[in-house]
């Protein structure tokens, strides 16, 4: 199955995603949505990706994470050629981005 069409069957769920409006609602639907592991394992790169923008070290984030160095370079090879989404939220996150105009 090609990207485009892949996007177009799975766009509902993105939108679905989008939808939420509290973190108690986001949470809900991601423990329904997710197994435990899932979830643990989305949380973990999360956290990496939050690490590595910060400029900590494989070993620190080994340490602080328990992720894989298989992971964490996973997770770099994102940040560093992936689609941008990190550079998007990332400032959110953070109160760095100017309001939606």
């Known amino acids: 199955?090609?990207?485009?069409?892949?996007?177009?069957k799975y766009e509902r769920m993105y939108q679905a995603i989008i939808s939420l409006k509290t973190l108690e609602e986001c949470e809900m639907f991601f423990d329904d949505l997710c197994t435990v592991t899932e979830l643990q394992a989305m949380e973990q790169r999360f956290h990496v990706a939050e690490c590595l923008s910060k400029g900590m070290i494989y070993n620190d984030i080994l340490t602080e994470t328990g992720a894989s160095s298989a992971t964490i370079s996973r997770v770099n090879r994102s940040l560093q050629y992936g689609k941008g989404g990190y550079d998007v939220v990332f400032p959110r996150?953070?109160?760095e981005e100017e309001a939606d105009k």
């Open 1 to 8: 199955m090609n990207k485009i069409n892949r996007n177009k």
């Open 93 to 95: 996150l953070n109160g």
